[in-house]
């Protein structure tokens, strides 16, 4: 992963005094974000946007964001890890956020490219012990050609990345069916969690195995509660752009003509950028 120096202060311009870029953050809807705008551009047109973690290590933010005619132009991170300053820069045009937290006090879990599958992991969620032991597994082996009475040891020249378990409860059928949404694509999951927590468990990017329904925990009579064990193996940040949040014929569904549709949206950016199912 590349690594740059982190931002030592706010460089962020006010409004109106020349071309900026600034972070803030949004903690308190359905999905945690950080907001990025950016002003008094004097070029058009899709640009990459970086964010910086206080070790100086980067990732670029899912989707960038594109400059329009009025020189202005925002998007949204919503994968900033939770209760850690970050700041952002646009290389191509020279411009750099000051640093700001995106503050959330729970452990969430979430598709990286599906935003709308937030899941909050309130105490209800957690079990007793919502963490397994979190293991390195040996990718080594050792073979003792012609009986030799010594092994021969022989390794890719890396343990396998860290492995662990979430152990989870869900209440009632729509957690039920949140819990199976989330992991539909089979796709990389972000669990973010905060610092703050003590889980002594970095924000990280997680393959998940297979999603296991305890069978002693049938749901009971009025209560609806299952449990659920899901192992998972640390991986690296994957690489894509965000899934559609609605599609053409949803939006068919919606709206019987076009001249609904135009009396709800005032335009084609507007109707895009609608997040309806965040």
């Given at each position: ?10 460089t962020?311009a ?13 903690p ?13 551009i ?12 206080p ?6 933010v899912?989707?960038?964001?594109t400059?329009?005619?009025?020189g ?17 820069r ?46 390195w ?9 012609l ?40 796709s ?27 069978r002693?925990?049938?749901p ?6 299952r ?5 998972y193996?640390?991986?690296?940040r ?25 009396a709800?949206?005032?335009?084609l950016?507007a ?8």
């Amino acid at each position: 992963m590349p690594v740059i120096a982190p931002t030592p202060q706010d460089t962020t311009a006010p409004p109106g005094s020349g071309p900026r870029l600034v972070a803030t953050p949004e903690p308190g809807g359905q999905v945690p974000r950080i907001r990025l705008d950016v002003g008094d551009i004097a070029r058009t047109g899709p640009v990459s946007v970086t964010r910086v973690l206080p070790s100086g290590q980067t990732a670029p933010v899912r989707g960038g964001l594109t400059v329009l005619s009025g020189g202005t132009g925002h998007t949204w991170d919503y994968e900033p890890p939770h209760g850690v300053p970050v700041s952002y820069r646009v290389a191509s045009l020279g411009l750099a956020s000051g640093r700001v937290t995106l503050d959330y006090d729970r452990p969430s879990l979430m598709d990286p490219f599906r935003p709308a599958t937030f899941w909050r992991l309130e105490p209800h969620h957690l079990q007793a012990a919502a963490l397994a032991d979190r293991e390195w597994a040996s990718q080594a082996s050792r073979l003792r050609p012609l009986n030799r009475a010594g092994s021969i040891h022989v390794s890719t020249g890396s343990r396998a990345p860290a492995a662990d378990q979430l152990l989870l409860w869900t209440v009632g059928t729509a957690e039920h069916r949140h819990l199976l949404d989330l992991l539909r694509n089979d796709s990389p999951l972000l669990l973010n969690v905060p610092p703050s927590l003590g889980w002594d468990v970095e924000t990280e990017y997680i393959s998940p195995g297979t999603l296991t329904r305890s069978r002693g925990a049938r749901p009971l009579a009025g209560a609806g509660r299952r449990g659920w064990s899901l192992p998972y193996e640390v991986t690296d940040r994957p690489v894509g752009d965000f899934r559609a949040l609605w599609t053409l014929a949803e939006i068919a569904q919606d709206f019987d003509t076009l001249g609904d549709l135009a009396a709800t949206y005032t335009s084609l950016r507007a109707l895009a950028e609608d997040d309806r199912t965040l």
